[in-house]
Structures are given as structure tokens and as C-alpha cells.
Nanobody
Framework: QVLLVESGGGLVQAGGSLRISCAASGLTFRNYAMAWFRQAPGKEREFVAGSTLGGEITYYADSVKGRFTISRDNAQNTVYLQMDSLKPEDTAVYYC?????????????????WGQGTQVTVSS
């Protein structure tokens, strides 16, 4: 059984930082490209950041470029999202996702597995 479990969400003030994690089990983690998506209240889920198999290539949504950093530890089967200079508009449920398709995809339907999400709330 494949499980992706996010953790590390919470409440933070605008301008602050937060790091969320996603621990994977039940799959060969190094074979999967990983990504983070988010869904704000009343909005559709959107791509945030993605990483190739070894983490050598990353890609970010324009809205988070320069503020967020995705990284992965294949030895720990974990992907991270470091979020700096947070803004109230970053408030959302953040989901990690895994795909066997190489490269970074911004399209939801290309991802095979999803976590349950972790809430990030940024106060103004």
C-alpha cells in the first residue's frame, strides 16, 4: 500500500517561514518524480513546485518562485517544501504527489499517488 503522509503545517505570520514534509512508503521513492500542490478555500488545486527523481531539476509556479524551495532525501523517502516570506495568499491545504512519469509535470492527472494534505495558514 502506497502512503504519502504530509506533516509540518500550521499557523504562521506573514513574512515568516515554514517547512512541510511528505514521507512516502510502499513505493520505490527514487523512481518517482515528486511535487507539491495546494488548494485554497473556494479555489481549484494548483501546482506549487516539483522535483525530478534525483532532485537535480526543480520547477516552481510563478507565484512562489524565489520564496519556496522543494528538496528531497531519497535515503529517507521524504520530500520537503521550504516556504519563506510567506504571504496570506499562500494559505491553503498543501498536498504532495508522486508520479512515475519522469520530469516535472504541473498537471494533476499525471500523478499516481496523493497525500491527505496539511493545512498552512498565513496570518496578516
Amino acid at each position: 500500500q502506497v502512503l504519502l503522509v504530509e506533516s509540518g503545517g500550521g499557523l504562521v505570520q506573514a513574512g515568516g517561514s515554514l517547512r512541510i514534509s511528505c514521507a512516502a512508503s510502499g513505493l520505490t521513492f527514487r523512481n518517482y518524480a515528486m511535487a507539491w500542490f495546494r488548494q485554497a478555500p473556494g479555489k481549484e488545486r494548483e501546482f506549487v513546485a516539483g522535483s525530478t527523481l534525483g532532485g537535480e531539476i526543480t520547477y516552481y509556479a510563478d507565484s512562489v518562485k524565489g520564496r519556496f524551495t522543494i528538496s528531497r532525501d531519497n535515503a529517507q523517502n521524504t520530500v520537503y517544501l521550504q516556504m519563506d516570506s510567506l504571504k496570506p495568499e499562500d494559505t491553503a491545504v498543501y498536498y504532495c504527489a508522486a508520479t512515475l512519469i519522469p520530469g516535472v509535470s504541473t498537471t494533476e492527472r499525471r500523478y499516481d499517488y496523493w497525500g491527505q494534505g496539511t493545512q498552512v495558514t498565513v496570518s496578516s
